[in-house]
């Protein structure tokens, strides 16, 4: 057993499938429709997996998403899998950052101006 598999258990599996349904939301809102589906795509290939395991490793993710929809192209394989493990190794490393370090973070992000990316039409 090595040491990425000890620490799995920091990222619920609900906290992951509302984190993916976030992200299909924003995508929703100016997203491009690839991007769109690649959302969709990954929220449908977590809800069937039920665990969040599968995700923490670039092959397991890209075999688990193969077996589920074997008949998406492979550069679209690799994106779901590709967008779950992001997802996850994100909210794994939330999960498990001292205080002290989200502290000094949360203080660098609060003196910086927001950037708000705007669709021109």
Known sequence: MNSMTDKKYAVPFSAFVEKLQQQNDYLLEGG??????????????????????????????????????????????EDVAKMLRVVVNRLHLNATLSDDVKEHVKQKMSSQKKIRLVKVK
């Not at 491009?32 to 449908?44: G, V």
Request: proline share 2%; hydrophobic share 35%; aromatic share 8%.
């Open 32 to 77: 491009t429709s690839y991007r769109q589906r690649t959302a969709e795509l990954a929220l449908e290939v977590a809800r069937k997996a039920g665990n969040v395991n599968s995700f923490y490793d670039n092959d397991d993710a890209r075999e688990l998403v193969t077996q589920l929809f074997p008949e998406l192209n492979l550069h679209r394989r």
